[in-house]
């Protein structure tokens, strides 16, 4: 069964070449050109994936992937002309697992769709099935990609979820900043990206008040779970 794509934008001639290219590596694509119909398709037809961008008519972007998350946690890219550090930051911050710049490379766009869907589906479901790792508070269900404080769900974006296993399977451990976004966006590390720093800061906020309590900072050298 081929992989939907759910592209999302108000531009007919970037939808029609996001299409083009996706479909010649057999996705099948769902094309929205505003945000009720965004959420429309996300709940009725089910996308695996999808391409989101932020200035759509209806609802914009980011309320619309706000809804999406209150519902699903299947991966979100968001593409978007607005390219300032502090636009991506902020649509990472409420849920997108990528972000990609106008304009961009379609061909780049489809790699990372199989990045994103690798990680997410192939990564995320894994051979470990049945598998619970416990580190304090905190449970990881492996199969069910859920995690746990104290019995309730804390929910996750893929990346975030892909960071906790990762942690959670070496509680203890430091771990690089190549080693974690190699890990959890399966790409090669790029230099200075910030991505990890978002991440472990919403991470943080979702496991406690204190965001110190669980994920640990060791300057210069990376990150580790504490037992």
Not at 38 to 52: G, H, M, N, S, V
Not at 108 to 127: C, P, Q
Not at 172 to 197: C, H, L, P, R, S
Request: charge should be negative; charged fraction near 30%.
């Amino acid at each position: 069964m081929n992989y939907r794509v759910l592209v999302a934008d108000d531009e007919k001639e970037i939808r029609n070449l996001l299409r083009l290219y996706l479909e010649n590596e057999s996705f099948d694509v769902i094309e929205c050109g505003d945000g009720p119909s965004t959420l429309a398709a996300i709940r009725e037809q089910k996308p695996d994936i999808c391409l989101l961008d932020i200035m759509m008519p209806g609802i914009d972007g980011l309320h619309v992937m706000q809804e999406i998350r209150r519902e699903s946690n299947i991966p979100i890219m968001i593409i978007s002309a607005r390219t300032a550090d502090a636009e991506r930051i902020l649509g990472l911050n409420l849920g997108a697992d990528d972000y990609i710049p106008k304009p961009f490379n379609p061909l780049e766009v489809v790699a990372r769709v199989k990045s994103n869907i690798r990680r997410f589906y192939d990564l995320g479901s894994g051979t470990r099935t049945g598998e619970v790792l416990k580190v304090r508070e905190l449970e990881l269900d492996t199969d069910s990609c859920l995690l746990t404080k104290d019995g309730t769900p804390v929910e996750l974006t893929s990346v975030e979820y892909r960071i906790m296993e990762m942690f959670m399977r070496s509680p203890g451990k430091v771990f690089t900043k190549q080693q974690i976004y190699e890990y959890a966006w399966g790409d090669e590390y790029v230099v200075a990206d910030n991505n990890i720093m978002v991440s472990i800061s919403k991470l943080r906020t979702k496991l406690d008040d204190d965001p110190s309590r669980y994920i640990k900072t060791l300057r210069g050298l990376g990150y580790r779970l504490d037992r």
